[in-house]
């Protein structure tokens, strides 16, 4: 069974950064290769809100709110990918979710995942 397992969130002042981790495992039928991976996030109140994805070769996206701030990237040795969140604001508050999809980042929409972790969460304090 193909599990994600996030880390990295934390307290942190306006501004400030972190970076996210994802390590995936159970790869037995399929390859970590071959996902299309992301992250979103969810707060109280608010609606599920896609953040990244990048493609299996390396392509990525990004939703408005982050472009510029946030960069996803993927370590297909280390079944890994990762978020760096630069300059958060207190806006960036939430529970962040890896994500992922089996194939191509392509033929999926952008908000739609299939498989994801439990939440890191992230405080930004202003």
């Known amino acids: 069974q193909v599990k994600f397992m996030e880390s990295g969130g934390g307290s942190v002042q306006s501004g400030g950064s972190l970076r996210l981790s994802c390590v995936g495992s159970?790869?037995?039928?399929?390859?970590?290769?071959?996902?299309?991976l992301g992250w979103y996030r969810q707060s109280p109140g608010k609606e599920r809100e896609g953040l990244a994805r990048i493609e299996t070769d390396g392509t990525t996206e990004y939703t408005d709110s982050v472009k510029g701030r946030f960069t996803i990237s993927r370590d297909n040795v280390r079944n890994t990918h990762y978020l760096e969140l630069n300059d958060l604001r207190p806006e960036d508050t939430a529970m962040y979710f890896c994500?992922?999809?089996?194939?191509?980042?392509?033929?999926?929409?952008?908000?739609?995942?299939?498989?994801w972790g439990q939440g890191t969460q992230v405080t930004v304090s202003a």
């Open positions: 994500a992922a999809n089996h194939g191509a980042c392509a033929y999926y929409s952008f908000d739609y995942w299939g498989e």
């Open positions: 159970g790869f037995t039928y399929t390859n970590y290769d071959d996902y299309c």
